[in-house]
């Protein structure tokens, strides 16, 4: 059974850090683009960043450009999204995504195919 299985998040404050890692078991991790989304109660899962299978492409939600950075190790099935300077904004619950065959929305939940079960981010003080 392939699952994602996210971990990393945790308590920070404003202008902290934290690493998000993503794990993958029973897949071909370097066929999948994979994304990362984040969610608070009553809104819809927003797009926050995505690479191509071989890393060469990647992609950032203007909320979170020149602070977040996402990276993965294709020899480890994992992939990461670092987030630097956080602000109380980006409190949310983060999902990773896996996207098998690309469709052109890589902003839209619907474009992936596997999810993790999410991991809460809180940025206050």
């Known amino acids: 059974q392939v699952r994602l299985v996210e971990s990393g998040g945790g308590l920070v404050q404003p202008g902290g850090s934290l690493r998000l890692s993503c794990a993958h078991s029973g897949l071909a991790f370097e066929g999948y683009a994979m994304g990362w989304f984040r969610q608070v109660p009553g809104k819809v899962r927003e797009f926050v960043a995505r690479?191509?299978?071989?890393?060469?492409?990647?992609y950032y939600s203007e909320s979170v450009k020149g602070r977040f950075t996402i990276s993965r190790d294709n020899a480890k099935n994992s992939a990461f999204l670092q987030m630097d300077n956080l602000k109380p904004e980006d409190t949310a619950v983060y999902y990773c995504?896996?996207?098998?065959?690309?469709?052109?929305?890589?902003?839209?939940?619907?474009?992936?195919?596997?999810w993790g079960q999410g991991t809460q981010v809180t940025v206050s003080s």
């Open positions: 995504a896996a996207d098998k065959f690309y469709r052109g929305q890589y902003s839209d939940p619907s474009e992936y195919d596997l």
């Open positions: 690479n191509s299978g071989n890393g060469e492409y990647t």
